[in-house]
């Protein structure tokens, strides 16, 4: 299983991620050995497994989804996270 | 004796006496990490101050009449997990300021009893290794030998356990990441099972496996952290609910029976074939020799489907890390260059510039896995393989009540031994990843050394018997000293 420059670049891309050309060499040939490795999954007969997308059996916890106020205090510690904020809003760059 | 070398039980003992207080215990703690960490490098963050005012208020509480086993006792939690007005960095550049606005649901629970937190502990950028060399702020260094790693990715807090920085310890377990340093640095960690203890305010991995545990000096203790940390969240709706949980005192009772006499445990042939060092196999062969002595009975099973548990970890773990991590963009909080025009090109820069290797690596794997065309392939197989294991293991505890393997096939490698060379570094998992995949209980116990090096012995249990292993491996404890032994002095 060899992957490209273009399929590293195409996937970086789906996940808005900079990556410098000396990445994108060592990562192509890290990624299709683990690939290589991970193959041996296609060996296992699993037409008798039903999907599912995860190991719970047991009952989950639910609850009512209602809104707890926070404090002046932790909205104020929790925007002062922000890099930019303008009048208690936090400023993004432009869309277009 | 030195304060800080207490287990939670001696000290707890010691607290209720009226023999110490938790402000000189906490003191004793500080002391040791002021002394050994410059060359241990086990922590991120010391909250001095707070620690010492936490310790105060402990002290008021039992002058006050209160009496709880953790009232008073200093811990350290892994730095990926959220921690109020302390910071919360996940060992990655990207969160390096980060300081969380709540605690997590665990921390609560143990700030509620009284127990004091000290600091942080390093890890693998985003719990991401089995080295704690992937963190943004420099490796953590094994006590038994400073040229070694110490395992991960709750290294930090497995050397802090073996180093007398704390009481306790909590780590993360998501493919081994308790289980894999314990062995290493000569500790008790438990991974509990999956749903037993919430994963609110945990920095989310690989959300289907995430477990929060403790790394502790002795079974006993494991048991008091668990009793605490435990129990059903609203906030997690994974947890499993209490009518299906155990009493409040059933880890303690687990600790009382007196003894092991007829307890089934199965070996999967599996977990001793090749590749085990020498050294590790005879050990191990000496805990099974000393288990029979206290009368477990030991069958030889078969669990074929282990070969496939790290490629089945390998698949699913990259793609919900790369979920997971699709959050961190630097506009609400974290790192954030200055120089761009458009949103697009923040996006590509924070998270190009924030992110360590193995994150990035993760991202793209996790995105390749995810994407149109090969979903089917890997991820899809994948998630049935994981139901083969599952099952297999599950249904092995009709015959046998627990399991016994190595930890690690080795002991622990020399740093920068293996950081060339990610698939090299994911089969350091090949032993615990099943477990996780199935949300199966698990305890690695110090059972011996090679050449001053810990060996660690893994219990494993049926979904949701914490119990029983612990049982095991606080009678194994009881007889044998190997938890007892300490580094040589580091100074």
Known sequence: MELTNEQIKYISSLAKLNLNEEEINIYKSQLSNILGYVNQLSEINTVDVNETINSLDFDYVLREDVVEDWNENEKKETLGLAPKLDGGQIMVRKIL | MDLNKYTIKEASGKLKAGEISSVELTKACLGRIKEVDEKLKACLTVCEVEALDMAKRADERRKNGENGDLLGIPFLAKDNIMTRGIKTTAASRILENYIAPFDATIIKKLKIRGAVLLGKTNLDEFAHGASTENSAFGPTHNPWDLKRVPGGSSGGSAVAVASDMCIFALGTDTGGSIRHPAAYCGVTGLKPSYGRSSRFGLIAMTSSTDVPGPLTKTVEDAGIVMEAISGPDKKDATTIKQDN???????KQSLKKENIKGTRIGLPMEYFEAGISEDVRKTINEAIQKLKELGAEFIDISLPHTKYAVSVYYIITPAEVSSNLA??????????????????????????????????????????????????????QAQKVRIKITEEMIDIFNSVDCLLTPTSPHTAFLLGGQDKDPLKMYLEDVFLAGVSLAGLPAISIPVGFSNNLPIGVQLIGNKFNENKILNIGHHYQMVTDHHLKKPKPLV
């Open chain 2, 245 to 251: 949980s155990f009493s409040e005192n059933e880890y």
């Open chain 2, 327 to 380: 959050r961190f963009d630097g506009i609400r909080y974290g790192f954030s260059v200055e120089q761009v025009e458009t949103l697009q090109e923040l996006y590509f820069k924070n998270r190009g510039g924030g992110f360590g290797a193995e994150a990035k690596r993760r991202i793209i794997l996790g995105t390749y896995i995810l994407s149109s065309g090969h979903f089917d392939a890997y991820y899809k």
